[in-house]
């Protein structure tokens, strides 16, 4: 059996994936002996920095089938090279070959072909080269994160001072402009949001302003024949876009990183968000509002 993997979606388009399946194939051409499984595990776009492939992606799985007896011993895992397993540091990176290899499944890496199996972990030399190539991809990885933290770093900065885009990406009622230089509403989908905060101040339930958008046949933000559902509406008046502020990620805000006033064209005032908020917040706030219309 085979496993690809590699870090970036959009890596799909270049030659990672094309490069890979070409060395499985070249392999199987030149040993004959062993047969291609039909499963071939992959993590398309998950890296293996911090083991998340190992926490919940394919590789997870391959490891789960491993601990539960599903592969059978003497089966050959064949990977591009040792980092497609792991990028994490020397410890988790051996550990989680050592897990393999221990199981009886054996480890071909196509790109140097080296062949580990249990035998492997007794012999010095083997071990050495398996340890540094662990380090050398921890730190290629360690490298480019720093870098990529750099880079965001900066266009943070840019965005705060200079009103420069992070990114093109914005919610579903902005656009950004053709030169990339800002955002500009879309009127439709602003008007809808304004209403839906007009109901949710005026008493309605979550409940209520689904069913009046939907009675009313009022176009979603996805531009499409949907519907509207409760928690699209709640997502959308908690939402501190509408007051042109821009929130990174929970997993970005630990790391420090604040949010950026004015970055968005504000299309709810603060006054009224707030408003809102505190209908949303307010224990049992929902069992005072109404549904009629």
Known sequence: MAYIRFSAPIQQ???SLRRQNQLIDEWIAQNPEYELDNLTYQDLG?????????????LSDFLDAIEHGFIKKGTVLLVESLDRLSREKIGDS?????????AGVEVVTLSD??????????????????????????????????????????KREDAEKNGKLLTRSCPRWL???????????????????????????????????????NDKKTQTLTGNSGVWNPSTIEKILGNKAVTGTYCPSYRT??????????YYPRIISYKIFQDVQEIRLTPFGRDKTYDNP
Request: proline share 2%; aromatic share 6%; glycine share 8%.
């Open 253 to 262: 805000m630990s790391k420090g990183v604040k949010n950026i006033d004015n």
């Open 94 to 102: 051996t550990e989680r070959l050592r897990h393999i290899l221990k």
């Open 46 to 58: 998950l890296s293996a920095f911090n083991g998340i492939n190992a926490l919940r992606g394919a």
């Open 175 to 213: 656009k950004a402009t053709e030169d990339g230089g800002g955002f500009e509403v879309l009127p439709q989908h602003a008007k809808t949001i304004k209403y839906i905060f007009k109901l949710r101040l005026k008493g309605h339930s979550l409940n209520g302003i689904t069913k009046i958008l």
């Open 13 to 15: 388009y270049g030659d």
């Open 113 to 154: 072909r080296m062949h580990y199996n249990e035998e492997s972990l007794d012999d010095p030399y083997v071990l050495i080269k398996a340890i540094l190539i662990a380090q050398r991809a921890n730190e290629e990885s360690e490298i480019k994160s720093k870098r990529m933290r750099s880079v965001w770093q900066k």
